[in-house]
C-alpha cells in the first residue's frame, strides 16, 4: 500500500492532488515563472467520513475520489505522504467538480 | 460537452454569467469606463445541491438556470472556464429574481 | 409588467419605496436641504418567500405588500428598477407596520 | 386612531413611553439638568409579535400593554410617532415589571 | 407592597440583595475603605421566569428566592428600589449556593 | 458542616483544591520560587448540576467529587471559602482525570 | 499502573505520543537541528469519551488508541505524564490516521 492510500482524512476533511501548471508553452519553450497561471483544479485522492452536524448527525460527504475539482483561490493545507505533494481540504472549500 | 456544462457547483454556490455594461451609446459612441455603469444583473448558469443545515438536512435551491436575478453590490469570485468569464455566489448572496 | 412588479425578492428580503421628505412647507416655500427631516417610512412593494431557520424549515415573513412601514436609521441597499428608486431591506431590519 | 396606536412593532420589539424625571422640586423649584435623576422607567404603549427562535418558532412576548417597566441603563432607539416620543426596546432588553 | 416587592425581574434575571463587607473590627474599630475586604456574597430577591432556549423553550431557573449565593467578581447591574441597593444578574453569573 | 461543604457550585461549574507544589527538596532543602514547578493536578471537591444544551436539555457532568484531575495551564477562578483557597473551573475546562 | 494508562482525557480530548524525528542520518552523522524536519505523525494513547453536540447528544469519537495518525502542524497542549511528554488535542485537530 503507497502511503497515499494509506492515509483516511477524517471528518469532512478531503485530500486533493493539484493539476500542475505547464512549464512550457506547447511548442516547449519553458515559461517564466510569472507566465505560469496557477491551476486552481485538482483530483481528488481521498475523502473523510463526514463531520458531526450541530445535532451530532454526521454530513454525509458528496465529492468522491477520482473527481476533478475547482479549488478556490486560497486555503488548503500542504500534505507531504510518501514523498508526494497533496493538499487538504475541507469539503465545503471545494468550489466545484468538473464532470468527464 | 462545453465546459461550462461540464462544471457543478457544489453545496449552495450558483454560476452566474453577469450582464456585460454598454460600452457604446445607442448611437455608437464608446462610453469611457466612468461613464459605463456597473450592471448589477446576470444569469443564472449553474446551481449546487444545496448546503446542509445546522441539523444536517439539505436547505433545497430556490433559484433556477436560465434565470435572470439581480446582483449583489459587491462579493462574488471570478471564476474562467472555457475561456468564459463567470462569477461564483452563494445563493443567499443572490438579491433576487427578474421575471421574464 | 413593470421593472419593479418582474423583480421578485429572495429569502428575506423586502423592498421598500421610502417616502420622500417634504422638500416645501405648507405655503410652498423650499425648505433647505439640512430642514428637510429624513422620513424613516416607506412601503412594502415586493416581500421575498423567507429564509431557512437553522434547522432549514422556511420562516414565512408577517409583512406584506402595500403595508404602511418604520425603516430603521440605518441599514438598507438601494436598488435602481426601472428608473426608480427602492430600497431592500431584511425583514428583520423592519421597525413596525403603521396601519392605516 | 393615534398615530401610535396605529403602530404595530414588528417581532420581538416592544415601544415604551419613557417616565420623565421631574424637573421640579416638590415646592416647585426648577432643577438644574444635572440634578435631574434619569428615570430607567416607563409604560408599554405596543408589544410585537414576538421573533422566531433558531428552529423557526415564534417566541411569545411576556410582557403586556399598560405594564410599568424597568429599563436599562443604555439602548433603546427613539420613535417619534404623532409628534409624541417613545422608545423601541428588543423585548430582551428590558430589566422586569414593576407590578402595580 | 415593598417596592422591591412589586419589581419582577425578567427572562433569566436575577435580583440579588449584596452582603456589605463589614466597616468595623470586631472591637468596632472602622476599617479603612482599602482593607474592607469586597465580599462577593448575596441573598436572592427576586428570581425571572426562565430565558427561551434557541429551540424556543423556555429554560426553568434553578436558583430559588431566600438562597446565600456566591457572586462573580466582576458584572451585575445595580438597581435601586425604593432606595434600596441591588444588584441584577443573569443566573449563569451566580457562581453557586451557600446551602444553610 | 464545613464552608466548602455548604457551596453547591451552579451549572456546569466544577470546585477543584489544587495540589499544592513541593517547596522542598525531598532531603528538606527550600526549592526557590522558580524552581517549584507549578503543579497543574488537583482533587474535586463539588460539582454542579450541568448546564443547558441549546435546545434546553441538562447535560450531566461526567467528572465525581474525589477525583483527581489534570487541570488546564490557564483558567480557572480563584474562590475562597471557610479561609481554604479553592479555585472554580467549567467542567470543560478539565482536561482529564487521573484515575487510582 | 504506568502514569499514562491512569490518564483518561475528558470530552473530546484525544492524548498524542509524537514521533520523534531523526537527529541522525542513516549513517550516525548527527543532523543539525534545522535540517532535522519536524515529523507531524504520532500514535493515539488515550481517546476521550466524546463532547457533548448543541442538542446535548455526545459525539462518539472515530479515532482508536494504537492508531498511528497525522497532526496539524500547529496546535495541540503539551503535557508530562510519570516523565513523558505527551500532547493533547481535541479530535477535531488530528488531521487524518495512517493505516497499517
Known sequence: MSAVTKFRPLFDRV???????????AGG???????????NEGTIV??????????????TPVVNVGEKVVLPEYGGTPLKLG??????????EIVGVLDA
Not at 519553450?29 to 491551476?39: C, D, G, T, Y
Not at 481521498?46 to 454530513?59: C, D, F, L, R, Y
Not at 514523498?83 to 465545503?92: F, H, I, K, P, Q
Open 15 to 25: 485530500l486533493v492532488q493539484r493539476l500542475v501548471a505547464e512549464t512550457r508553452t
Open 29 to 39: 519553450v519553458i515559461l517564466p515563472e510569472a507566465a505560469q497561471s496557477k491551476v
Open 46 to 59: 481521498a475523502v473523510g467520513p463526514g463531520a458531526a452536524a450541530s445535532n451530532g448527525s454526521i454530513v
Open 83 to 92: 514523498g508526494e505533494e497533496y493538499t487538504l481540504y475541507r469539503e465545503a
